[in-house]
């Protein structure tokens, strides 16, 4: 019996640093994406997270994989997120129906099919967003998801009361990722600025927030925690 960590998004940035931790910890990883993780050994499941029906067959066939495998633990990381850049007045139903389809009925979805099936010593880790507790403008649906995904932590955490199965959100800060550069355009001046609003100057690093992941996982003492990977952001 093995370790496994499955992890949506482990294509690149923080689900495959988080990966190659997994993997170097000795688990057995499954991304779940529609890219290739980079990193050597990790079991690939390609699907789309913005189609129900796509979620649909991933759940069945990760049901069929802890099955076979009969894992010692899971660690369940909800890394995968869609950031749109959209305001209040311009967000029209279909653009926030596909970021919440990503952001949080297909976590609900694959919860749903896989919590049953997981031990305990297992873990469901939820990676959220400074904006899981605070807003910014320009990315509305985004917030309004990172917000239900704080809630979905805190309300899985009381459902699995006794089952030994522990929750955290982990809310990085501004994180030196591909959706970040996408979504400012790769505008240096702008990293540079954002880079400037916490205490180190820099942005975070992918493998920072990995080595948090894999520590949640290992310390159920954490159980309905927000965990902070900021570096510590200047407060306005």
């Not at 057995?28 to 993780?37: E, Y």
């Not at 049953?116 to 509305?140: D, I, N, Q, R, W």
């Not at 994180?175 to 916490?198: F, K, V, Y």
Request: proline share 4%; charged share 15%.
């Amino acid at each position: 019996m093995t370790r496994t960590a499955i992890i949506t998004g482990a294509s690149s940035g923080i689900g495959a640093a988080a990966a190659s931790l997994f993997i170097d910890a000795g688990f057995s990883v499954v991304n779940i994406s529609r890219r290739p993780c980079p990193v050597n050994g990790v079991t690939d499941l390609c699907a789309d997270l913005s189609d129900p029906e796509s979620v649909k067959e991933l759940a069945h066939s990760l049901t069929s994989h802890i099955t076979k495998i009969q894992p010692r633990s899971v660690c369940l990381v909800h890394n995968a997120a869609l950031m749109l850049k959209d305001t209040v007045t311009d967000t029209d139903d279909a653009s926030l129906a596909e970021v919440l389809q990503i952001n949080t009925l297909a976590i609900n979805h694959l919860n749903r099919e896989l919590l049953p099936l997981m031990p305990s010593g297992s873990s469901v880790l939820f990676v959220g967003s400074t904006l899981s507790e605070k807003a910014v403008k320009g990315a509305f649906s985004y917030v309004v998801s990172k917000h239900a995904q704080l809630g979905m932590m805190r309300a899985t955490c009381q459902d699995l009361m006794g089952r030994g199965i522990h929750t955290a959100l982990v809310c990085p800060g501004f994180t030196d990722t591909e959706m970040l550069r996408n979504h400012i355009g790769q505008d240096e001046e702008i990293i540079r600025a954002i880079s400037a609003m916490n205490s180190f100057g820099r942005l975070v690093e992918p493998e920072e927030i990995a080595r948090l992941i894999v520590w949640a996982h290992d310390n159920p003492v954490i159980n309905g925690a927000v965990l902070h990977g900021n570096l510590g952001q200047v407060e306005h």
